[in-house]
């Protein structure tokens, strides 16, 4: 059984913490329904960001198993905005309004939660971003929501999307330089179990069951982590900061 006991020798080992951000830190979800609904308010803005996501996740398997060269992941997101507008017949918005809304992965709003355990985190460790999103989007979403990262750790400075192993392995390098010295922390349990306990990280696990309505992945406890923790201010809590 990989947990430890907060406080155990291994976890004081723990220097610094990648977290990945759609999901852990951002309401993704809620944004886009919030920004979408002024716009159009017969369109159902809940469907529309699930298959936004959908949409670019499934490009971000097609670029991670080899179907098609690199691409960060704003043009990712463009590609799979494009198709909505369409199929959602999103064209008679102005097209500045639309414009700015195909941004608005940019602005996320992050969980109430974040900015005050990150607050706390940062005052013991080194905090940064471990994201599938390319540096330009994390930067601007960290201005927009006052999230003060000391790195921004991403896919795009490696060009491989987890949960393939670079990436974790680049937050190690960066990080660590041991695996043990960095904690990975997120909300999903495939990039944990897939990702970051493979590459030896010590791992967090934050549940966001209001991520998706209706979602049917595990957001309970698991004892192969480090970890588990209901929020960030938890995790602070755990974490002794």
């Not at 097209?95 to 940019?106: M, P, S, T």
């Not at 309505?213 to 929020?231: H, L």
Request: proline share 7%.
């Amino acid at each position: 059984m990989r947990r430890k006991q907060t406080g155990s020798p291994e976890l004081k080992q723990v220097r610094a913490l990648a977290i990945d951000i759609f999901g852990t830190v951002a309401d993704w979800r809620g944004s886009i329904v919030k920004e979408g609904r002024p716009l159009k308010r017969s369109v159902d803005w809940g469907a529309f960001a699930d298959q936004w996501m959908t949409g670019y996740r499934s490009r971000v398997e097609q670029v991670r198993t080899g179907q098609r060269p690199w691409a960060n992941l704003d043009l990712l997101l463009s590609e799979a905005f494009a198709d909505l507008v369409q199929s959602f017949k999103l064209s008679d918005i102005p097209k500045d309004k639309l414009a700015r809304f195909g941004q608005v992965w940019h602005r996320l709003r992050v969980w109430p939660d974040c900015l005050p355990g990150l607050r706390r985190l940062r005052t013991r460790f080194t905090v940064g971003t471990l994201s599938n999103a390319n540096t330009i989007l994390l930067t601007d979403m960290a201005r927009n929501a006052s999230l003060h990262w000391d790195c921004v750790l991403c896919a795009e400075l490696v060009k491989r999307y987890k949960p393939e192993p670079e990436p974790y392995l680049l937050a190690v390098e960066s990080l660590g330089p041991r695996p043990e010295q960095v904690m990975y922390v997120a909300a999903h349990k495939w990039d944990l179990s897939a990702g970051a306990d493979k590459a030896h990280l010590r791992t967090a696990f934050i549940p966001r069951p209001k991520e998706m309505p209706d979602d049917s992945s595990d957001t309970g406890p698991d004892p192969s982590y480090d970890i588990d923790a209901k929020d960030f201010e938890d995790l602070a809590d755990q974490l002794g900061a």
